[in-house]
């Protein structure tokens, strides 16, 4: 991710950028892009979800599988295929433990795949979400069941990185340095 040359057989690295509404994924995958060192994309997964203009489905709904599976191929398929044109990419959504099978899938094609799952306490992230602007998810209770997905992640525990106290440029540094490190990498289970 340092190099600031590359060829045309360069591919990009991946970050999975994770966590609960309001931990600061948007602002700090926006931020991450704007300021590296090579060719970036932001890839939002929300936008992925809002395409669907006829027959959307809450993706939190039992019925809402089917497609939540032609989502989830969809950003894997873009994340793929943006790395391997050569850019870094920053996937920005809630990426938990149910849905990495894709990503380390992809991973298995060679790819440089990071996760890290931003986990500030639960008063920041509130604070945070109800400071939103637009149609951003601002509901206490919905914000406070995905939080709620985030607080045992079991093996992947290491790949957290408490944000509550960070300003947005801290929280880059600290991203940025975990995105090159080993322990962030997320090698995919054989």
Do not use: C
Request: hydrophobic share 45%; glycine share 8%.
């Amino acid at each position: 991710m340092t190099q600031t040359t590359r060829n045309a057989h360069d591919v990009g690295s991946i970050l999975l950028l994770s966590g609960a509404p309001g931990s600061g994924k948007s602002t700090i995958a926006r931020l991450l892009t704007q300021t590296a060192e090579r060719s970036a994309v932001h890839l939002v997964t929300d936008g992925f979800y809002t395409a669907i203009t006829k027959g959307f489905v809450l993706p939190f709904m039992p019925e809402a599988a089917r497609q939540n599976e032609v989502v989830l191929r969809a950003i894997v398929a873009s994340m793929v295929a943006y790395a391997e044109g050569g850019y870094d990419v920053v996937v920005d959504g809630i990426i938990g433990p149910w849905s990495l099978q894709p990503f380390a899938d992809a991973a298995r094609r060679g790819l440089r795949l990071s996760l890290i799952v931003l986990r500030p306490d639960l008063a920041a992230a509130l604070a945070r979400a109800s400071a939103r602007e637009g149609r951003e998810l601002k509901s206490v209770e919905a914000i406070k069941g995905l939080y709620g997905a985030f607080a045992d992640l079991g093996a992947l525990g290491p790949h957290v990185i408490d944000n509550t106290a960070d300003t947005p440029e801290e929280s880059v540094r600290r991203v940025r340095a975990a995105w090159n490190s080993a322990q962030f990498s997320y090698l995919p289970h054989a």
